[in-house]
């Protein structure tokens, strides 16, 4: 069998800089800097003035040797942060690697972001022949595929509008439609299926399916371990930039990976430094407290009292702002996501400039025993995201352990993604008694 993809000795570095001040320090600070900065300068002309920024190389792949065969289906898994979108970059030819070598066979067609090749002025259909064209396709090639790619997106009332003005969700059937029908040789999809709805996955993993099929390739970045399970052939799992394992046994790369991460239960996360600083939303703290507002230690049990906690700065108002939290079980399956907007207006949470404190209560005896993780997700309605899922937000692991029912009948885990204790009666019964 032909190999589409081979990669020897593939390495990614960044360099990062770290700087100070704060980017909304108070107007003390920033006179308190200036004076150090003209006190430097007065002790020494020469010197060189800095923020007091330090360097770091950074690797974000290293070593890797992975060889593709055509008609394959890898699913690549790990955590935030393991290296898994910079090496599908370098495989789009997005980004160019620091060392070693990439060699691919056939076109290659990636959905990496939403919108990932859009222009955002022009129009859905405008943006169908372009990057259709960025593929190399001819005109009459598009037209052929016109149709199929419009029924798939299901979005033909707004061909004619421009792409700056889609949501999210729209965004994504779009892109995917045009990447996955424009029949490239190679098809690379990372975890932005995860803003589409339920219904819209299932055909996307279907229509992955079919490519595959067909004899091409693709390599699909998830988070969600049953779609990995259903879609692909073989499984990367990718930890702080390096190869842990490379298989055709699915499920044995996602033990692994699932088992390497389960003691690692992190049930509070706070901010470093400038990340994840905006000035919409600046979380400080995430994580999941008790009900007088303290830090729960793991694990937690099922009919505990728990809080989702997001201590928070905003320095700008918009009306349109949106946060709230999405939860996961282990396997990647997303339970719900939750809102500060969704109880409508009448006890709708504004959040005015200043420091907040968000608090969203976990239904005691919801979760069935496991380990569960939360990503803080958010950003301006319709507008962008501040904190895209999957997208290296903040993130915290929670454990629950037990007490899922007081009865003697069931005491064990229960084989289901919720387990819920709820109310019953016997109206039957009831009548009866009372004759």
């Known amino acids: 069998m032909t190999t589409a993809i081979r990669t020897e000795g593939l390495g990614k ?18 006179l308190a800097n200036a004076a150090r900065g003209l006190g ?31 008609g394959a289906r890898v699913g690549i898994i790990g955590r935030n942060g393991a290296g ?5 970059k370098i495989l789009s ?10 060699m691919m066979t056939g076109r290659v067609g990636s959905l990496l972001e939403v919108g990932t090749g859009f222009h955002p002025e022009l129009t859905g259909k405008e943006n169908i022949f372009l990057n259709g064209a960025i593929l190399g396709m001819s005109r009459v090639e598009i037209q052929r595929k016109y149709d ?4 798939f997106a299901e979005i033909e009332n707004f061909l004619d509008t421009p792409v700056k003005r889609y949501s999210s969700g729209m965004y994504v059937r779009l892109a995917f439609a045009v990447s996955a029908h424009l029949e490239p040789d190679i098809l690379i999809v990372d975890e932005v299926l995860a803003v589409g709805d339920v219904s819209f996955q299932e055909k996307c993993l279907g ?29 990367l799992h990718i930890s702080a930039g390096e190869m842990i394992s490379y298989s055709n046994d699915v499920d044995g790369v996602i033990q692994g990976y699932l088992s390497k991460n389960t003691n690692r239960v992190a049930s509070a996360w706070e901010r470093g430094g400038l990340e994840h600083a905006n000035p919409y939303f600046s979380p400080k703290r995430f994580y999941v407290a008790s009900c007088e507002g303290q830090p729960l230690e793991m694990p937690i049990r099922a009919d505990q009292e728990a809080y989702v906690t997001i201590e928070a ?14 939860l996961y ?73 037990g007490r899922n029912s007081d009865s003697v009948y069931w005491i064990n885990k229960r084989p289901t993604l919720l387990a819920p204790v709820l109310p019953w009666t016997d109206d039957a019964g009831k009548s009866k008694s009372t004759d």
């Open 13 to 30: 570095s960044y360099l990062l800089r770290h700087e100070q001040p704060e980017p909304y320090a108070t107007l003390r600070d920033e």
């Open 40 to 70: 430097r300068r007065l002790l020494n002309p020469l010197a060189r003035l800095d923020l007091q920024s330090t360097k770091e190389v950074f690797w974000a792949l290293r070593n890797i040797n992975l060889e593709v065969k055509e």
């Open 84 to 88: 898994k979108s910079t090496l599908l």
């Open 93 to 102: 030819r997005i980004t160019a690697p620091t060392t070693g070598r990439v």
């Open 148 to 151: 199929d790619i419009v029924a």
């Open 207 to 235: 229509r992955m399916t079919e490519i595959s099929n067909s004899g091409r390739t693709v390599l699909f970045v998830s988070h969600n371990m049953s779609a990995i399970r259903q879609l692909c052939t073989s499984a």
């Open 313 to 326: 700065q905003v320095e700008q108002y918009n009306q349109n702002l949106t946060i709230g939290y999405a």
């Open 329 to 401: 079980t282990q396997e990647g399956a997303c339970l719900y996501w939750s809102y500060n907007t969704d109880a409508g207006d009448g006890t709708l949470v504004r959040l005015k400039p200043g420091s907040h404190v968000l608090r969203c209560r976990i239904p005691p005896r919801l979760l069935n025993e496991g380990v569960y993780q939360l990503e803080l997700i958010g950003g301006l309605h319709f507008t962008e995201w501040l904190f895209e899922p999957h997208r290296q937000v903040p993130t915290i692991t929670i454990e629950v352990q």
